[in-house]
């Protein structure tokens, strides 16, 4: 396991021991069988799943406040590739198409983010509570090369990081799919100029971006890891580690959707690098009352604040937000 122990990572499930810690934990009573199972499911493969995270009766209320945001929100951020621009210029049901944070104006959302076993399991994976961030919805398959989100989801330091991946609703072959290979979270450190883990487009290039993107797959196969596919049913939820490989299969049936949403979220106490960029929408986690913690890097969604998780019917509170120019995702 190549990157066991990799000096970019600050979290007890990447040291030499982290199994030995989980069954100490165990023991202790830190942690139920049922986590444990998970966890250390998690630090020899790079992922979990926990099946039925996430209520379906949330979730349709969610997919519900997405329609209505696709009809009255223009001001909402979306990416389409590698282009970043408001709801309004963009097209939502397409491959590559991601709708921008949006449990910065959905009380529901966050919720999800942080729905019970979800947020248990990030708290046991990182030693103390989450904060999300860079959150990506999605209609359609995304069709994503596989990559590593350390290599776009800068943080400080650069593996205190994990994702989620939340079906909205049942996942069928050949929708697009998420798609990974088991294990790529110890392949090793891949480093770009300056020893460091994340690529800078301006700085680094593209060459050695897709030398990147074909590393992957060259590991891979040398371990002879297969490619594996993940056909949810709604309200499964994937945790995956911050170096694990994962991408958006080819989307072979056009009529199908792939509802889901995906959310990274970091320790409390590390730093996503945008918190130091003088012009980001926010370079602090604000917390909701509920004590969920949250930020964004886009420009503010008009005048609107951050939800509050557990008060739907309350105007919440204001979050303070500066301009500042998208970071690639």
Known sequence: MANIGSPFSPLWIDKADAAGQAAAKREQGLISEDEFRL?????????????????????????????????????????????????????????????????????????????????????IIFGEPAAVHQGLHFQ????????????????????????????????????GELIYYRGSHRFGDFLYPGDQRHWRTDAHGHEIHDHHLAWLHTEAAERGTPLEYF??????????????????????????????????????????????NPGAAMSEFRTAPEGAYCSSYYPEFSERAAPSADAPDEEPKSHQANRKEPEAA
Request: charged fraction near 20%.
């Open 39 to 123: 966890v250390s499911y998690f630090i020899a493969n790079g992922y979990c799943i926990i099946e039925n995270a996430v209520d379906g009766e949330l979730i349709d209320a969610y997919l519900a406040e997405v329609q209505e945001m696709f009809a009255t929100r223009p001001d909402l951020w979306v990416t389409e590739g590698p282009d970043v621009k408001r709801l309004a210029e963009a097209q939502v049901d397409r491959a590559l198409t991601k709708v921008l944070d949006t449990y910065m104006v959905s009380r529901r959302a966050l919720q999800i983010a942080f729905a019970p076993a979800l947020e248990r399991l990030l708290r």
């Open 140 to 175: 359609i398959g995304s069709t994503q090369a596989i990559h590593q989100d350390t290599a776009y989801v800068v943080i400080k330091p650069a593996l205190a990081l994990a994702a989620a991946w939340v079906a909205l609703e049942d996942v069928k072959p050949g929708g």
């Open 231 to 276: 056909w949810p049913k709604k309200g499964s939820v994937l945790i995956w580690h911050a170096d694990l490989a994962h991408g958006g299969a080819p989307i072979v049936n056009s009529h199908y959707t792939r509802k889901s949403i995906v959310f990274h979220y970091c320790p409390l106490s590390a730093r996503p690098a945008y918190f130091d």
